[in-house]
């Protein structure tokens, strides 16, 4: 069967052969005589939709090579467009990033300078996500004058104090530890009797207490607590935080108060550390 068929095919080839030639025979002889003769008109006539089947097919080659490469420059395009999209994006972020950078410098530098404190700036380089609301690195050490001890503070308020100090970098021990204590006093009032601890709230990650206030004590809801001076680490006027609520303590004796921190805890990012003066005893 299979020989058959192969004497077809060649039949089919040798068919076509015979009417390209004819073909291009007529089109040579035609050249300089107005009109054809007889047998040419007749091989024209039979080799016309030949013809017509090699143009359509030539235009349908022709137009998919077309498509294939405008496909291809559209993929070129397209990519492109998304790297360009992927680099303003990545653009936008830097310049937001860097404007509130800029914003918290800004004010930090205004704290400097209206504060009456000597200032080593600094870097949070370093927070355990276990430990959050308890310690952080900065990127100061003794080689930049750190000390342990030395009070660490934002241009919004007290942070806390230096735990651990290498000659590079420092550890900070924050507020909201269970370790610090805070001599503190109300801003608005200022009585010298009515000094409280501040230390951080049990059950509350990231809030702090005010304990050991006498019953009589004036502070309400809003007001500002600062730091009193006593015990020496903590300068005096540091801004601690806020207070949300008041209440008796278990047995009744003393107050305590709820504080909102005036540091944003969840968002250090640049600090202070507070170089003590040396003129300046504890109070």
């Known amino acids: 069967m299979l020989a058959p068929l192969k004497t077809r ?18 089109a040579f002889t035609a050249q300089g005589r107005q009109k054809l003769t007889l047998a040419e008109e007749m091989l024209l ?14 235009r349908t080659v022709d137009n998919t090579f077309a498509t294939v490469k405008e496909y291809r420059l559209l993929l070129e395009e397209n990519a492109a467009l998304k790297k360009e999209l992927a680099n303003a994006a990545t653009l936008e972020a830097r310049l937001l990033e860097l404007r509130q950078e800029n914003h ?12 009456g404190y000597s200032l080593i700036p600094a870097e949070v380089i370093g927070r355990d996500a276990s430990s959050w609301f308890q310690t952080m690195t900065i990127n100061r050490g003794s080689y930049h004058g750190v000390e342990k001890n030395m009070a660490v503070v934002t241009s919004d308020g007290l942070v806390g104090n230096i735990l651990s100090v290498s000659r590079l970098s420092s550890q900070v021990l924050l507020l909201t530890d269970s370790r610090p204590a805070v ?8 009585e010298p009797g009515e000094v409280g601890v501040v230390e951080s709230a049990p059950g509350l990650p990231g809030y702090l207490k005010m304990i050991n206030l006498p019953r009589e004590a004036n502070i309400q809801p809003g007001d ?3 730091s009193s001076g006593l015990g020496g680490v903590f300068p005096k006027g540091l ?8 209440g008796d303590d278990e047995y009744g004796i003393l107050q305590y108060a709820l504080l909102r921190p005036a540091a944003n805890f969840n968002r250090l990012e640049e600090v202070f550390v507070v170089v003590p003066d040396p003129g300046e005893g504890e109070e």
């Open 9 to 26: 095919r060649k039949k089919t080839v040798s068919l076509l052969l015979v009417f390209i030639f004819l073909l291009c025979l007529a």
């Open 104 to 115: 918290r410098l800004r004010e930090m530098l205004g704290f400097k300078e209206k504060t």
């Open 45 to 58: 006539t039979l080799v016309a939709p030949v013809q017509g089947v090699f143009q359509r097919l030539t």
């Open 239 to 246: 801004v601690i935080g806020y207070v949300l609520e008041t």
């Open 183 to 190: 001599s503190a006093l109300v801003q608005r009032s200022r």
């Open 224 to 226: 500002r607590i600062i």
